[in-house]
């Protein structure tokens, strides 16, 4: 299976030395879904932005070739996408933006018939990516496209931290678990964290994750990390509209306090591996 050929070239550069580099290379960070709207790539970019506020080099990648929405909700037109990758002229440098409290953003390219085409090459161009900047970041955040197709858990497989986004809607959670099952089935010993987006209440999140936990527990005899949740909050949707960011037109929000404390969560695990 051709799958399983990107699987092994991202995993040999990944973990090839690693130990030996550990410090200096950047952690790989996946985020996913099992469905479309539980606000995944509103969640990647505020969190990017609060891992750089803490100091640390970020690179946010929009891997998702289907529905590129990162530059949508900065309001910015980048002069060129990841879909460039496939023209040798162009370097991996060149298509770095500039985003905000100085975060470097990788666009993707929204429903590029020729990228749809040639996957194979498309991810060999972002193998590449990460072989050309691993070392000059900190994170690197992959926002991969929902769902669960042979692209997405390409990059899942591949990362050192997969994070699954739900919402408290039963399909979203349905979704979540048959992702979680998926990863856990077909990788030897992902680290699999949980996040609950869009909850009414504290109590509402750990009654979510528990519920999907229990159910991981009992058929697959595996565990989910939760890494937090994200309260229900109107700001958000009234940062979308503006196209800037949540952690930074409304600092002081509920859902940007969470945010933070799920930045703070992760660079504290990674300090204690």
Do not use: C
């Not at 939760?226 to 949707?237: E, M, Q, S, T």
């Amino acid at each position: 299976m051709e799958t399983n050929d990107q699987i092994k070239k991202l995993q040999s550069f990944m973990y090839s030395d690693k130990d030996a580099k550990k410090d200096k290379l950047a952690k790989l960070v996946a985020i996913t879904s099992g469905k479309g709207g539980v606000g995944k790539t509103n969640f990647i970019l505020n969190l990017a932005i609060a891992m750089s506020i803490r100091n640390k080099k970020v690179l946010l990648v929009d891997a998702d070739m289907n529905l590129s929405n990162i530059d949508v909700l900065l309001g910015i037109y980048p002069e060129f996408t990841l879909a460039n990758l496939l023209d040798d002229e162009i370097t991996a440098e060149k298509l770095l933006i500039e985003g905000p409290r100085g975060i470097k953003i990788l666009s993707a390219s929204s429903g590029d018939i020729m990228v749809m085409q040639n996957q194979k090459k498309y991810q060999q161009a972002l193998i590449q990516v990460y072989m050309d900047m691993r070392k000059d970041f900190d994170y690197i955040l992959i926002d991969t496209g929902a769902g669960i197709t042979d692209y997405t858990l390409d990059f899942l497989y591949a990362a050192d931290k997969i994070i699954v986004i739900t919402t408290p809607e039963p399909t979203a959670i349905t979704d979540a678990y048959a992702m979680i099952k998926v990863l856990f089935f077909r990788a030897k010993s992902p680290n699999l964290s949980l996040i609950i987006n869009m909850v009414q209440t504290e109590d509402e999140a750990k009654t979510i994750y528990n519920k999907i936990n229990l159910i991981v527990q009992h058929f697959l005899n595996k565990t989910v990390n939760n890494l937090g949740f994200i309260l229900h909050d109107k700001n958000v949707k009234e940062s979308v509209r503006e196209q800037a960011p949540l952690i930074i037109k409304r600092p002081r929000s509920t859902a940007s306090a969470n945010i933070h404390n799920i930045a703070i969560t992760i660079m504290k695990e990674d300090m204690n591996e």
